[in-house]
């Protein structure tokens, strides 16, 4: 008798080495799910968290002391930096009154209905 195995045997032995391949990698995919599940949960935790953005926004210009430069709204992208600071709503209107220019971009004139003089 000879020890070479028949061509149906490799086939099965094949058949298990592919097998017990695809438990591992399904396994490892399994394990690429539940971290990136854990990610989302801790994101969206982190977002439920995050206070609401101010709805309005007082750009300084710069230097120490110096004089409000523009009224934005809450969500403007124009409005980045230290120089910012989140207003009310009054005084975002009474900012304009005084002649505080209005963003160009977010238009906060426009939203809180404030036609400067």
């Not at 490799?10 to 017990?20: C, E, G, K, S, T």
Request: hydrophobic residues 35%; neutral net charge; aromatic residues 6%.
């Amino acid at each position: 008798m000879t020890d070479v195995p028949s061509r149906l045997e490799l086939l099965y032995f094949a058949r298990r080495v592919i097998v017990q391949q695809a438990q591992a990698s399904l396994a490892q995919l399994d394990r690429w799910i539940a971290v990136e599940e854990d990610r989302e949960t801790t994101r969206r935790r982190a977002e439920d968290r995050r206070p609401p953005p101010p709805e309005w926004l007082l750009e300084r210009g710069i230097g120490a002391g110096s004089p409000p430069a523009l009224v934005h709204q809450g969500g403007c992208t124009m409005a980045k930096g230290v120089r910012i600071q989140p207003i009310s709503e009054g005084q975002a209107r009474r900012a304009l009154y005084e002649h505080v220019e209005a963003c160009p971009f977010c238009n906060p004139d426009t939203a809180l209905h404030v036609i400067p003089e």
